[in-house]
């Protein structure tokens, strides 16, 4: 097995998202979805990619957004992948002519194997498997069966949904994924206990890139 590739997705700082990579990180994520606490514009994800370090793949979050929006951001940041995490269709993410990978909510009767299959044939270079929560389409926090997933799927598979780095190193032996992706898991906390959308604790993110990256 291969040690797992780690992002880390919903920077919003330029210092959280350089951080990350020094600690390890293959990738960072950034969300164009404007309902996610973990939001950035154009300009504050243009400001992000430059304070990154060389060879460090920049990822762009979208949910059903307008083709024209999708767009508007590539002229804008240098992205390195697409991330379409909610309804799309293979044909919509094809279209870009841009390498991207498709999410998959693991709601009941979720099937990874077909997903993959039919994601696979329009181009697609992987498949994110997350959490289902009605009405969030991702960084829910929440962790699903991962015995549900196959062993043996057409895309390499990306594992997200409820990771932090006290089980990143369980989940990497489980389901031995190509890459994992973590979000709120490795946020810091608010004075009032809560995590605080988009704010990166570095402690944490350099102990789950440890732990997920300490196989075999």
Known sequence: MNTP??????????????QAALAGADAIGLVFHPASPRYVTPRQAAAIAAALPPL????????????????AVLDQVPLDLLQFHGDETPEYG??????WIKALRMRDGADPAAEAERYA????????????VPGVPGGTGERFDWSRLPG?????????GGLDPDNVAE???????WAVDVSGGVEAFGEDGRRLGG????????????????WP
């Open 5 to 18: 590739r780690v992002k880390i997705c919903g920077i919003t700082r330029p210092e959280d998202g350089h």
């Open 56 to 71: 460090v793949t920049t990822v762009g979050l979208f949910v059903d957004a307008a083709p024209d929006s999708v767009a």
């Open 94 to 99: 094809a279209a870009f002519r841009r390498p």
């Open 121 to 132: 044939a329009a181009g697609a270079r992987g498949l994110l498997v997350d959490s289902y």
């Open 152 to 160: 043996d799927l057409a895309l390499p598979l990306i594992l997200a």
């Open 171 to 177: 989940a990497v032996r489980a389901v031995r994924p």
């Open 199 to 214: 704010i990166k604790d570095p402690r944490a993110v350099t102990a789950f890139i440890r732990a997920a990256k300490a």
